[in-house]
């Protein structure tokens, strides 16, 4: 057997009614800090009045740019804090774990961001980061790294460390309930997306197919669940599937979905999510039709729970997922921003992403430009 590493935050919560340890857990780190929250401030209240003037709030209405994080560091520095706790969907998460890492830091975030920056490691240890989403999806609460948006350079990095994860993940999938259903569906996809590509990767591990392939059937019929209405069950295979992809994608890495993703969403703006949704199934159409011997046969494996989820032939698996998305609301990808006559240049670009390095088989730059047609 291949030797692995295994990365994963040293202790988490999974389960209904766990948030309500959340408090007296957090004070254990310090006695202040800072509670990034997203746009909604009303989905992090019931923590904040827990720690009272213990905290100090930080919003973050959407995914996190360096712009933002600059104004946020300026702001959190000042405060001194001890510990940084971020609660509600990806982006929130990133940008509290990119905080705790750069608070203690004198250096310029530049230095360390992957891509437009030098990709140094981090000069002093991070915070303790202590991580509550309240959507199912990137399973950043599981993850070693922050996506930031460099708006002037049109893209979205990575600020990767080994010491960046959280020191305490909360997972109560109570948070996710009522989750607004276009929300769901993107998040979800990205879940699902998340649990595909880490058993499909090159460089998969028994760790991580233990946690991914159990994943695939019971997350699918899940989303498709909540597709028509709220169902608490539901939500809680969801919150298992998007924990079960962060611990992954950790591990293991992802692929061309991820590797197309940064790049489309830092020209566009679009939400990961819902890009990720959209290149899911041809991307996985086009690696079955590239692949041989072992990834083919992970492949198939996939296709199999597919399309007995949807009921198809495996082989229609893939575009069917990709019909029963956009019949459920999910944008296309022109409809995302993407621009024909920009095919070309992202298709080089995710070429060369980290992300692509873990797709099971290597896709020339037509057939990247033939999965953003299809998709």
Known sequence: MTPFAIAAPPRILFGRGEAAKAGALIRGFGARGIVVHGADRARAEWLLADLGSDATALSCAGEPTLPDLLVALTIARARAPLWVVAIGGGAVLDMGKAL??????????????????????????????????????????ATRNAVIGVPDRAVKVSLRDERMIARLAIVDPALTDHCPRAVTLASGLDALTQVIEPYVSCKATPFTDALTLPA????????????????????????????????????SGLGAVHGFAGVIGGMTGAAHGAICGALLGPVLAANRAAASGAALARLEQVCAILGAGFECAPSDAPLVLQGWARQAG??????????????????????????????????????????????
Do not use: C, Y
């Open 100 to 141: 705790a890492a750069l608070i203690p830091s004198a250096s310029d975030p530049l230095d360390h961001l992957e891509g437009v920056g030098r990709g140094l490691p981090l000069v002093a240890a991070p915070l303790p980061f202590i991580a509550i989403p309240t959507t199912a999806g990137t399973g950043a609460e």
């Open 330 to 375: 999910l944008p296309d990808l022109a409809s995302l921003g993407v621009r024909a006559a920009d095919h070309q240049r992202i298709a080089e670009a995710a070429l060369g992403t980290s992300s692509m390095k873990g797709n099971p088989v290597v896709l020339p730059v037509a057939a990247l430009r033939a999965v953003l047609e299809r998709a």
């Open 216 to 251: 695939i059937a019971p997350g699918l019929a899940a989303l498709r669940r909540l597709m028509k209405g709220e169902d608490a069950g539901a939500r809680d295979r969801m919150a298992w599937m998007s924990l079960s992809g962060g611990l992954a994608l950790s591990n």
